[in-house]
């Protein structure tokens, strides 16, 4: 039996979720994967139904299972809560919790859609990137942190705020290694990205990163300043085979990413451990909560992050290709939810599109 816990949270979360599974059931069926799911609440929703948005229960849940689906969290109505209680601080917590270290963002246009993308089609073609975030240290973890107080030299009390951006050689090693390992599958490229002309943490980034290096000498270590990063991606993204970055900027890298590929709503993510904890498994988009139960919210990042679930946590290659095919195939037969969708296409709903896909599968 492989226990798969699905974490319902906010917006579109249950859409997105449901369609998964209906993907997932379906390759149940013909690969005989003996899948066996457990819900449990996180986020906004955890909230509302115990007063916090990670319950221990649902963390339990997650250390009791063999992977987790994660569906977003997250709705401007709790912008007020503190910050203690908002959905965002129970993802930070389940990728704390489950030592969720590695966060593997691939970055890759389906053909069919490169009409979607901002960039022009000779720019984008054959683009192929993994983004390989670090997940649990960083700006997003360092202490101390806070909103203080402090005296100007002119006598007056004003505000500052504060976090520190702090990685030790352990976890800059554990992630280079992650990164070498992917490439060495890959294209056997690493880019490491940060900030090392301005910032002491890059610097060490940068030395540990070459130690491990030494190890792989078949993959070439190249390195780029992040705002370089930023331009380079929109420029000539297929220079890229793996980005190994650090958390703050691994976030704002991939969600320009994920636009040049046309939409939000098609890519995946899968958060690795050290094996010791279940690995989890989420679209890189938020939860959307403005088209959040219309039944037009596109699903295929959430199908394609269930279709890495079988192939990272129980290497289920063939399964997770058949996901993938039917998910191309669905593409090219020009069925589009609306944020893909052109004047020419097949505009079909959430429930229509996820159809569609089961049917491919067999
Ligand atoms: C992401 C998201 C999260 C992050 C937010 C919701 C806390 O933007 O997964 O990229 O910053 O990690
Ligand atoms: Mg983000």
Redesign the pocket.
Known sequence: MKNIAILLGDGVSTEILSSAVSVLDKVNEVYKLNLNYTYAPIGGRAYEETGTPLPDKTVDICLKSDAVLLGSVGDWKYDKLPPELRPEKALLGIRKKLNLFANLRPVKVFEELAFASPLKPEILKNTDIMIIRELTGDVYFGEPKGITTKKTYDNRTIRVGYNNMIYDEDEIGRIALSAFECAQKRNKKVCCVDKANVLDVSRLFREVTKEVSKDFKDVELSFMYVDNCAMQLVLNPRQFDVILTGNIFG?IL??EASAICGSLGMLPSASLSDGKTPYMYEP?HGSAPDIAGKNTVNPIATILSAAMMLKYSFGEFGAHDSIYNAVKSVLKEGYRTTDICRENDRLVSTDKITDLIVNKIN
């Open positions: 976030d991939s969600d890189i």
